[in-house]
């Protein structure tokens, strides 16, 4: 689709990546009706032969420009007008990949990375310039922070030297951010960078990898991860992030995953899931993950509801044993999906096993498994409602059927049997279903359910007995629409030829609604309060067998109520865990350290605030209730009075197990060993002095002991080699 409430559609059709090169061919068609005819385009044609087009992008600052890339004759094809006529333009480089600047539809990055090369345009593609080598990462800035003309770009100057550099004069002039980075992920206001240093004093020049975050670009600092003895992060994918959290997946050295949250004002990240499935380019563990091009982990984030994840993990490493959990706090906890209900309201059990649960289909099923079976669905023109493929069991063994929840994942029920792919179309109204190729083989039937999958109607879209093998069924983007297009090939033919069906389930709708078309539904975690981060929000929604095409936003709630705070709004802190009754106490001195850390730095006569060994859950709303228990009390400074602190913390804790403070002694002497060590080291490593001065000494808070800014210039890469 050119784009949302477009009615031009731009199909490519070609041969399979790993075909040979000589026979490689391509078509394009293009639809000006919303998918009822297509046209083979005729205008890629080159000096006596048909262009060979790998593939194409649509801007999305207007709607109407496209590129068509060439790769193989080093050509880009440009269209102004939806793909009717076309520009030519012959290329001095092989264009592997395009990146088009998200708000001006004249600048395009393209990147050749047959010579790790990039190039840009700022005419629409028409002419280019040569702008750097050795390039190994790039992207464009972002409209909210950055400079309109921002570049990032990750390339190496040596053998074993790679710089992350800024640029918003297309490298006339740029800054370096930082050294030593493998790559980046620009993502919302942050910028990650991942990076390999020595481990301080190692003697056999280890190279530990690190994960290091710039907030609303401001100086890098390095995250802190929890200690798992006898792992080492090997890579990081950023999972998820806002203004008030981040998510991230760590990548260990023994083939593991761990999904890890933590907040934008302290980058400290504690453990959220385990054993996350995962895929990594560099894996070596056939056994354990899938080894695929694509690096990412086996969670999914609900659309448009705050806090909502649905993730697979591994319940049984040795065993091979996946199962899926979901969470309604942004990863603080996790449990089991609820045993679905079948189509009599009756509870689905497992016959053998009574420890089983629901367990869905995530993208891993996609790469790993010789049947595709369809990832997790959900749309924020219909929120609240997830549809996939799952199975009912004590992992994820057995046949996938389909599994239907209307209220965010709070319940399910199983609405098909078989293996299917769906659809969500006119804002939830109208789900669609056809059987998959891989089980089903040839089918002239589509069905489509009006009340969210508790029945279904069938559809007939061939005529004369004939079968199609389908292989996709999409809808337009964003869900509002309730056409729904086919792609699929006779199954009774030896040639495969393309098939595309469009059924357009529009005219089962009236034009208008009226109130009694909407129902009004609330969205409430599994928790005992029934609040999803501190709030209880109402929603409106079509109702079942919903009779009216709606031009309402049903994105945004209708009330929203805070609730008052419970032990449930919030989690441990740093250096605080739970014990057998539920209350944090104390588990690592030098972690809880971090928590009070205003408390050794403020100066006397002043007030701090000081952990009670809670936090509140990351994006949190709740208001009052049982908050003095758990938020951080106001202190004097323990430079002050150290006795008034450790009184208030007694009382604040009340009969919970707790050290009654940090003595004084054991602080001094790690502060004495602690400068020794440092002293020998900089001995033997004179260079590293200055910089080290100003990366730790500089800089009293936590966070900042590990931060390198950017207007150093060369930000001590001695001290990192």
């Known amino acids: 689709w050119a784009g949302n409430d477009s009615r031009h559609i731009i199909c490519l059709a070609k041969n399979r990546p790993n075909s040979d090169e000589s026979k490689q061919s391509s078509s394009v068609y ?20 048909e262009a060979v087009i790998s593939s194409f992008y649509i801007s999305s600052a207007s709607s109407q420009i496209s590129f068509f890339v060439d790769t193989t004759n ?107 980075v493998d790559k980046f992920i620009l993502k919302g206001d942050y910028l990650f960078a991942v990076r390999k240093s020595q481990v301080f004093g190692s003697k056999n020049h280890h190279k530990k990898v690190q994960l290091w975050i710039s907030v609303k670009r401001k100086s890098f600092e390095l995250a802190l991860l929890p200690d798992l003895e006898g792992k080492y992060p090997q890579d990081f994918q950023v999972i ?32 959220s899931l385990k054993d996350a499935l995962f895929s990594w380019p560099n894996a070596d563990n056939y056994n354990i993950i899938h080894k695929s091009v694509q690096s990412f982990t086996d969670i999914y984030k609900i659309a448009g509801l705050e806090g909502i994840y649905i993730a697979n993990y591994y319940r049984n490493r040795t065993k091979n ?20 209900f079948d189509k009599d309201e009756n509870q689905i059990r497992c016959k053998k096993n009574h420890d089983c649960s629901l367990h869905l289909t995530q993208r891993l099923n996609q790469h790993a498994a010789s049947i595709k079976y369809p990832p997790i669905l959900s749309k924020l023109s219909s929120l609240g409602l997830i549809v996939s493929s799952g199975v009912v069991n004590s992992s994820y063994q057995g046949t996938p059927k389909l599994f239907i929840s209307s209220d965010a994942g709070v319940s399910w029920r199983q609405a098909l049997n078989g293996d299917y792919l769906f659809e969500i179309g006119a804002f939830g109204a109208i789900i669609m279903a056809v059987k998959h190729f891989s089980k089903a083989g040839g089918t002239n039937q589509a069905i489509y359910s009006l009340d969210y999958g508790y029945s279904w109607k069938v559809i007939e879209f061939m005529d004369n007995n004939q079968t199609l093998k389908i292989y996709n069924l999409l809808t337009e983007p964003g869900g509002r629409s309730a056409v729904f297009t086919l792609f699929g090939a006779l199954s009774n033919s030896a040639k495969h030829d393309w098939i595309i069906v469009k059924i357009n389930m529009t005219s089962i709708f009236k034009p208008k609604c009226s109130e009694s078309d909407y129902q009004t539904w609330s969205l409430q975690s599994l928790s005992e309060t029934k609040c999803n981060l501190g709030k209880k929000m109402t929603f409106l929604r079509p109702s079942a067998n919903f009779s009216c095409l709606n031009t309402k936003n049903l994105e945004k709630p209708v009330k929203v109520v805070i609730c008052p705070c419970s032990r449930a709004d919030y989690h441990c802190d740093i250096g605080y865990t739970n014990d057998e009754f539920g209350h944090c106490i104390k588990s690592n001195e030098q ?6 850390q205003n408390l050794e730095t403020c100066s006397l006569n002043q007030t701090v605030y000081k952990t009670q060994g809670y936090r509140k859950i990351f994006g949190n709303h709740c208001q009052g209730g049982q908050a003095s228990s758990y938020e951080p009390l106001l202190v004097p400074c323990i430079n002050q009075d150290s006795t008034t602190v450790t009184s208030t913390e007694k009382q604040a804790h009340g009969n919970t197990k707790m050290d009654d403070g ?10 004495i060993i602690g400068v020794t060590v440092i002293g020998i080291y900089f001995f033997r490593n004179q260079r590293n002095l200055l910089c080290f001065k100003k990366n730790y000494f500089n800089s009293r808070s936590a966070g900042n002991r590990y931060s390198v800014n950017a207007s150093f210039g060369k930000p001590c890469s001695t001290f990192y080699n």
């Open 591 to 596: 972690n809880e350290f971090l928590s009070n």
């Open 30 to 49: 293009i639809s000006s009706d919303g998918g009822d005819s297509y046209k083979r385009s005729n205008v890629f044609t080159l000096d006596n032969q």
């Open 662 to 671: 940090l003595s004084a002694y054991p602080i001094v002497i790690i502060l």
């Open 74 to 180: 080093q050509y880009l094809f440009v269209s102004q007008n939806y793909g009717k006529s076309l520009i030519s333009v012959n290329l001095k480089f092989k264009p592997q990949l395009l990146m088009l600047h998200p708000n001006e539809s004249s600048k395009l990055l393209a990147f050749d990375n047959f010579n790790n090369k990039l190039w840009i345009s700022q005419d629409t593609g028409q002419t280019w310039k040569y702008l750097t080598n050795n390039v190994i990462q790039f992207a464009w800035g972002s409209s909210l922070l950055d400079h309109p003309n921002t570049l990032f770009v990750l390339k190496t100057f040596t053998a074993n030297h790679s710089s992350l550099i800024s640029s918003s004069d297309f490298l006339a002039s740029s800054s370096t951010l930082l050294n030593d």
């Open 240 to 271: 998820d992030v806002d203004k008030k959290f981040i998510m991230i997946s760590t990548i260990y050295h023994d083939s593991s995953a761990v999904l890890m949250i933590c907040s934008p004002n302290q980058l400290h990240f504690t453990i």
């Open 321 to 340: 044993e996946s199962a899926s959990v979901i969470t309604f706090d942004n990863g603080v906890n996790w449990q089991p999906l609820p045993l679905p």
